[in-house]
């Protein structure tokens, strides 16, 4: 049964111009949950819809918005752990699986603690076809683009919600999709670990 999230706040009590002077790459985290709001929010800031015309928070080429958001869940109040798939239209987490897969995550990222001990991972997948489809082989870059666009939106929603977070590239994308069976022909491309600061 899908989570429908709080509505997203659209106005923060710090300013853009601070969260970027105190965004850092951290990568340890107080075991301790997010709540629903606060996980809510951050998918909201990768690719939550902004306008009527359906528009999101992040720029996409041609509008063909390519990128899919997943929440791997280890430590959260009010949603079980498990692997959700996030809606932006209706502003819902999808359950697609259950329980804590943070280890395997982790293995899957060589290892890495901090993948491990955040209390949420944002995974980002690309449907490359969706863009190159108009735009060919210069598609791929963009795509990739995009995905630099909506986690550096995660990054600094994050700092305003007063998390730390680390984004990661270095994992084995095979493996992540065994994790979270995407759907056909999505690509697993970037990882954003968040938690509280210790």
Same mark, same amino acid.
């Given at each position: 049964m899908a989570v429908s999230l709080p509505s997203p706040q659209r106005k923060g009590r710090i300013s853009v111009e601070e969260c970027l002077e105190r965004r850092r790459s951290v990568r340890t985290y107080k075991n301790a949950p997010l709540s629903a709001a606060e996980i809510g929010q951050l998918v909201w800031a990768a690719q939550g819809i902004t306008s009527p015309e359906?528009?999101?928070?992040? &720029?996409?080429?041609?509008? !063909?918005? &390519? *990128?899919e @958001?997943? @929440?791997? @869940?280890?430590?959260g109040d009010g949603l079980a752990p498990g692997v959700y798939r996030y809606e932006p239209f209706r502003h819902q987490l !999808? &359950? !697609?699986?259950?329980?804590?897969?943070?280890?395997?995550? +982790? +293995? +899957?990222? *060589?290892?890495?603690?901090? @993948?491990?001990?955040a209390s949420v991972i944002i995974v980002f997948t690309a449907v490359y076809r969706r863009t190159m489809r108009k735009y060919g082989d210069r598609g791929v870059r963009y795509v990739d683009m995009e995905a630099g666009h909506a986690a550096q939106n995660v990054l600094l929603q994050a700092v305003a919600l007063g998390l730390v977070s680390v984004p990661v590239a270095a994992f084995d994308p095979s493996a992540v999709s065994r994790i979270l069976k995407p759907g056909s022909g999505e690509e697993p491309i970037y990882l954003v670990c968040l938690g509280r600061p210790r």
């Open positions: 359906k528009q999101r928070t992040a &720029p996409s080429a041609g509008a !063909l918005y &390519p *990128l @958001v997943y @929440v791997v @869940v280890g430590v !999808l &359950p !697609l699986s259950s329980g804590d897969v943070r280890k395997q995550m +982790a +293995a +899957a990222a *060589l290892d890495q603690d901090c @993948v491990r001990d």
